[in-house]
């Protein structure tokens, strides 16, 4: 027979040899129970992140800018499903862990409770949001957990194509009059500050880390990837003639890194306390669209047990 100290040695092996964990597999019910939180945060973040772009849907500036947005938009509704699917995996139902984040008891990305005021936004989501979300991402790919990992591949080739749908936007709005170069640097101010906070607390504040490394679900802390993007970032910026908010803001010799400066840590808590400017929205509009979809879940419910009498 074989024990849970056996079961534990092969698990430590397969992670020592990166050998991905699948579903099958036996695994300790603190590194199931931490997929599901970051996976399912993951799904929650992918659909309630079609909310600000999809403001815009109506008020895009041309066809092709609509056409390619609701492309954009249809794609993180897949990536949700393609995280739901991963979580549910791990034994958990996928009903349930969307009913917490409906109920506000589970997380989604801190970024999405941010309005989008002007076009430029969706340019900037799109360059920087998408843009910080493969930086991490990226990393994800190589998470010990197969079906996460293998969801990660094909979530960050759809995210390149965002990413540089976004850059193209803003490009034209760099290079457009006066008044679009100053919506699109009022857009990069407002959304700067809150895409470095979107990688999370830094390393000493935060409680997952340490561990999810050891897992290896985590291949880079949250510091790793926040300097890893701003150093990405900092040249596109400049490309476009624009300026973050950020006055320590520097490239720096000694390290081969840009310094930036201070996070204000306070705000990325209280948006994670549900009390960002957009959070009760944002749960609203998920609440009403759970409702009004009643009837299609009821039909569709409906349907499958008929299938299945037949087929009995
Ligand atoms: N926002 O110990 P930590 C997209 C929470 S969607 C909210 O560092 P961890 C897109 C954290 O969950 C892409 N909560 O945690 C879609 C934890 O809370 P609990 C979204 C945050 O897990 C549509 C606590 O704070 N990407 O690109 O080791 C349109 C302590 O943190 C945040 C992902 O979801 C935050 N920013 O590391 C456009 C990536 N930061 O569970 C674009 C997957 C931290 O203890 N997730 N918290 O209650 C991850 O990589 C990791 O979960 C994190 C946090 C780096 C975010």
Redesign the pocket.
């Known amino acids: 027979m074989t024990t849970d100290a056996q079961h534990q040695q092969h698990f430590d092996a397969k992670l020592a040899a990166d050998t991905t964990i699948e579903a099958k597999d036996w695994m300790p019910d603190a590194y199931r129970q931490n997929l599901i ?2 996976i399912g ?2 799904a929650h ?2 659909v309630i ?2 909310l600000p ?1 999809a403001n815009w849907l109506t008020r895009a500036p041309t066809l092709r800018r609509k056409a390619v947005l609701l492309a954009k938009v249809q794609d ?1 509704a897949g ?1 949700g499903l393609y995280l739901y699917s991963a979580a549910e995996t791990l034994g958990c139902s996928r009903q349930d862990i969307y009913q917490k984040m409906l109920d506000g008891k589970m ?5 999405f409770n941010y309005p989008t005021l002007n076009w430029a936004d969706v340019g900037v ?1 799109g360059w920087l ?2 843009g910080a ?1 493969i930086v ?2 990226v990393a ?1 790919c190589r998470a010990s957990y197969g079906p996460y990992a293998r969801s990660m591949v094909k979530i960050c080739k759809e ?1 390149s194509f ?1 990413q540089r749908q976004g850059y193209e936007a803003v490009m034209a709005l760099a290079h457009g009059s006066e008044q679009q170069k100053a919506m699109l640097q009022d857009a990069i101010n407002r959304f700067w500050w809150p895409v470095l ?5 830094s390393d000493n504040d ?4 340490a561990q ?1 490394m050891a897992w290896k679900i ?1 291949r880079h802390s ?1 510091d790793e990837l926040r300097q890893k993007f701003v150093d990405n970032t900092v040249p596109q910026l400049e490309a476009l003639g624009m300026t973050a908010p950020d006055a320590d803001l520097a490239w720096d010799e000694t390290s081969g890194h840009y310094r930036f400066g201070e996070i204000d840590w306070s705000e ?1 808590y209280q948006v ?1 306390k549900g009390q960002g400017q957009c959070n009760h929205e944002r749960l609203q509009a998920k609440r009403q669209a759970w409702e009004n979809g009643a009837w299609v879940r009821e039909g569709a419910m409906a349907h499958a047990e008929k299938n299945r009498t037949r087929a009995a």
């Open positions: 939180r970051q945060q993951h973040s992918e992140g079609m772009e993180e990536h997380k989604y990305s801190s970024i989501i949001v998408d979300a991490n991402q994800l995210e965002h906070m979107m990688f999370g607390p935060s409680p997952h880390s999810s985590k949250n990325l994670i």
